[in-house]
C-alpha cells in the first residue's frame, strides 16, 4: 500500500513456511494484532489464505518476505514472492492489494515473547508461525 493509502481497515498478515502459514488480522483502525489458526502449506494453501482475507474483510494482505540477514534474497524469498502471486489474482478480483514486506527475525521475536509468556516449547511449535505473523504485521502497522 502507499503512503496515500488510508490507515484504516483490517489486514491479513500471512508468514509462509515450508509447514505451516502463520496468519494474523489487525482490527479495522490497525491498532491490535491477533493470530488466526495456521494453515497447513500444501497446493491450496494460496486459496485458503485468500478466502480467509475475504472472510476478514481484508483490505490488504501482507506477505512475509524473508530476506537473508544481509538483505538479499534467497530461496524462501522467491517461494514467497510466488505465493504473493498465487494470492494476487483471487484477491485483486476481491480489491485487496498483496504486499510483500521484510520479515526477517520475525520467528525469533514471536519465539522469545511466547516464552516469556510461560509458554512451553512444545506448545510453542503449533503457535510460533500465527505468532510471528503478529510480530510481521505490527511491523508493517508501524511502518
Known sequence: MTDDDTARGRVLALDPGAVRIGVAVCDSDR??????????AGADAAAR???IAIE????AVVVGLPLR???SPGDAAARASGFADDLRHPLSTAGIE?????????????????????VSARRARGR???AAAVVLLEAWIAR
Open 31 to 40: 491498532a491490535i494484532a491477533m493470530p488466526l489458526p495456521a494453515v497447513p
Open 49 to 51: 489464505c485468500a478466502a
Open 56 to 59: 476478514e474483510s481484508a483490505v
Open 98 to 118: 498483496v504486499v510483500l514486506f521484510d520479515e526477517r527475525l520475525t520467528t525469533v521475536t514471536a519465539s522469545a515473547r511466547l516464552r516469556d509468556a510461560g
Open 69 to 71: 540477514l544481509d538483505g
Open 128 to 130: 510460533v508461525d500465527s
